[in-house]
């Protein structure tokens, strides 16, 4: 009876523990989003990155881990990184691959590859048309010498 009675309570202590574990990431959740509400942009990644450390391979874990990488693409935050979007969206892709979200992580992350192609050729182009200035300024002032 005693034994009985012990394993019931530490059994009491160890799922009032694990709720108030999970009752404290809910909360932490509902305040990242609120961060992200009041674009606070900075403030909800870090709350959203924390979650997702503080509860791997949980579906609470996975909402922060998705949403962390929404957010530092997210068209309205003036810090937007769509490289760090890119690799957050690529490491959840990896550990929830068969997550709900998992398509459209799928589809961020392309989106996000094209962006990033796309601004890579522009900057070569950039700097292919001021090599091209140059090299024009120069020909003109030859032209000039003449």
């Known amino acids: 009876m005693r034994r009985s009675l012990f394993l019931v309570l530490l059994l009491t202590c160890c799922l009032s523990a694990c709720a108030k ?3 404290d990431h809910d909360v932490d959740f509902v305040n ?3 961060f992200f509400n009041e674009k606070k942009y900075s403030e909800a990644i870090a709350a959203y990155d924390k979650i997702a450390k503080d509860s791997p391979r949980s579906e609470l874990g996975a909402r922060a881990l998705y949403d962390a990488a929404f957010t530092h693409a997210f068209y309205d935050n003036p810090y937007k990184d769509y490289t760090l979007a890119l690799q957050k969206f690529d490491e959840f892709l990896h550990i929830y691959p068969n997550n ?5 992580a799928q589809n961020w992350r392309h989106i996000l590859s094209t962006v990033l192609e796309f601004k890579k050729e522009n900057e070569h182009l950039t700097r292919s048309i001021e090599q091209l200035k140059k090299i024009d300024i120069r020909h003109e002032e030859k032209r000039g010498k003449k």
């Open 21 to 23: 574990y999970m009752a």
């Open 32 to 34: 990242a989003n609120r």
């Open 100 to 104: 709900e979200k998992a398509r459209d």
